[in-house]
């Protein structure tokens, strides 16, 4: 059941990334900067809950095990430097705003997705 929860989730966040374009109006973009946050929470979240349920290292079904979880792991902590990137770069820093480009490394999270539904 977690799971499924998990993977309708990660559809809805494939929408909103389907939705960002260069030329968006005030709207939109805040629309999408909320979901980005809400959607990272709810990531941060349930690794936090696999971290505990599994165990970080040890034992043969512990998070760091799998595959997967090493990759979502690696995608929830690129959404959250994004934040933090994001965050520094609207007070004034505006050299760490090219590390935007790691937003792009989200759209490996549908593989997941695609790999559970073609099984």
Partial sequence: MFDHIVLIIIFLNCITIAMERPHITIVERIF???SNYIFTAIFVAEMAIKIVGLGWCLGDKSYLRSSWNILD???VMISVIDILVSLISNSGTKILGMLR???LLRTLRPLRCSFVFML
Avoid: S, W
Wanted: glycine content about 12%; cysteine-free.
């Fill in 32 to 34: 999408l900067k909320l």
């Fill in 73 to 75: 792991g690696m995608l």
């Fill in 101 to 103: 480009v790691l937003r």
